[in-house]
């Protein structure tokens, strides 16, 4: 199974369909909010199974700010991040992941890719495809796969 990560796209999805085109179609593809307004082109270019939430400039979104569900054998809890101050640190939304008794936490806001595997919890922020904020400001996104076992693997891609 494979799963596209993506975040902060802030209207500016023309990049998905490259995206779509070299990694080949997802099983699901997961937004992680600040969508503005590309809901359902992202519904449209994506052509699978799609998880979108609501970020803190979603204004007037039908977006829900938060889901969870499972992939496989984990518990994901799908979240903008803002309202854990993920902006200062990701302590507390990891502490707030295990909380809820999740596997993983999907989460954007910050404009910065994170892959954490830690023992209690997974965290994954795949940045921004617009405005990316980290060293070399380089738009990212992230795939997750799911190997024979059910085991998860994640794949931190950059925009050429």
């Given at each position: 199974?494979?799963?596209?990560?993506?975040?902060?796209?802030?209207?500016?999805?023309?990049?998905?369909?490259?995206?779509?085109?070299?990694?080949?179609?997802?099983?699901?593809?997961?937004?992680?909010?600040?969508?503005?307004?590309?809901?359902?082109?992202?519904?449209?270019?994506?052509?699978?199974?799609?998880?979108?939430?609501?970020?803190?400039?979603?204004?007037?979104?039908?977006?829900?700010?938060?889901?969870?569900?499972?992939?496989?054998?984990?518990?994901?809890?799908?979240?903008h991040g803002h309202a854990c101050y993920v902006s200062m640190e990701n302590e507390t939304i990891k502490k707030e992941a295990v909380a809820?008794?999740?596997?993983?936490?999907?989460?954007?806001?910050?404009?910065?890719?994170?892959?954490?595997?830690?023992?209690?919890?997974?965290?994954?922020?795949?940045?921004?495809?617009?405005?990316?904020?980290?060293?070399?400001?380089?738009?990212s996104y992230i795939v997750m796969e799911l190997d024979q076992q059910g085991k998860a693997h994640f794949t931190l891609h950059y925009l050429?």
């Open positions: 199974m494979k799963i596209l990560i993506i975040s902060d796209t802030h209207g500016r999805d023309g990049e998905l369909p490259g995206i779509l085109d070299k990694t080949g179609r997802p099983d699901m593809l997961i937004h992680c909010g600040d969508v503005e307004g590309g809901e359902y082109r992202i519904r449209e270019y994506a052509g699978c199974p799609v998880e979108m939430v609501a970020g803190n400039n979603d204004f007037f979104s039908d977006l829900p700010r938060e889901r969870e569900f499972n992939i496989g054998n984990y518990k994901v809890w799908l979240t809820r008794g999740v596997d993983i936490v999907i989460y954007g806001h910050t404009h910065k890719p994170v892959i954490e595997v830690e023992k209690r919890i997974i965290a994954i922020n795949p940045g921004s495809l617009s405005y990316p904020r980290q060293v070399g400001r380089r738009p050429d």
